[in-house]
């Protein structure tokens, strides 16, 4: 099976910029998604694609992707910003869908 | 306005089973491929299982590859999960999750999701 590797947790003070990775083999060559999940609530698509933003997410969202790692950044972290964040991709192999361990967006 | 609206959790007893509803409104259901992902408590998020438009494939997370059954019906815009033999680490909130391109694609992302149903799996 395919692994994603997230850091547990990402701690920033509100105004700077966070940034979480996911790392896989040769992650570079997929489409990775990135998803936010506040407490209690669904989870919603941030980036799609490694860094197409949805209609409605802002611009402080972004994304890149090469080699093995993978990385959503957010700019000016606002206090609303923290939740947990999830990259996901599509293992060929199996033909499954793969989430990442996730991470928790802490703000200071 | 897309709304996707999961219904079915409640308690059960290890090696009973639950069927899990998710009602689709706001976009043609019969388009879209569905998923339906869980996040077990103080755990991250895990893919469960896949449908295409019209049931035609099916796919599954060798987690739960021979005791989970999703189907889907059209007709009623409704998706379904069936969970049999249910064990204490399939303990988790459930999620319907529609596919953001309705031309059947492994790499298309998830841009609808539901709030979730509880499922405890206790004796």
């Known amino acids: 099976s395919y692994v994603l590797t997230q850091p547990p947790s990402v701690s920033v003070a509100p105004g700077t910029t966070a940034r979480i990775t996911c790392g896989g083999i040769?992650?570079?060559?997929?489409?990775v998604h990135w998803y936010q999940q506040r407490p209690g609530q669904a989870p919603v698509l941030v980036i799609y694609d490694d860094s197409d933003r949805p209609s409605g997410i802002l611009e402080r969202f972004s994304g890149s992707n090469s080699g093995n790692t993978a990385t959503l950044t957010i700019s000016r972290v606002e206090v609303g910003d923290e939740a947990d964040y999830y990259c996901q991709v599509w293992h060929s192999t199996s033909d499954h869908r793969v989430f990442g361990g996730g991470t928790k967006l802490t703000v200071l | 306005e897309v709304q996707l609206v999961e219904s079915g959790g409640v308690v059960v007893q290890p090696g009973g089973s639950l069927r899990l509803s998710c009602a689709a409104s706001?976009?043609?259901?019969?388009?879209?491929?569905m998923s339906w992902v869980r996040r077990p408590p103080g755990k991250g998020l895990e893919w469960v299982s896949l449908?295409?438009?019209?049931?035609?494939?099916?796919k599954y997370a060798d987690s739960v590859n021979g005791r989970f059954t999703i189907s889907r019906d059209n007709s009623k815009n409704s998706l379904y999960l069936q969970m049999n033999s249910l064990r204490i680490d399939d303990t988790a909130f459930y999620f319907c999750a529609k596919d953001q391109i309705s031309a059947p694609s492994g790499t298309n992302p998830f841009d609808y999701w539901g709030q979730g149903t509880l499922v405890t799996v206790s004796s």
């Open positions: 449908i295409t438009w019209n049931g035609g494939s099916t």
């Open positions: 040769n992650i570079g060559s997929k489409a």
């Open positions: 706001g976009f043609t259901f019969g388009d879209f491929s």
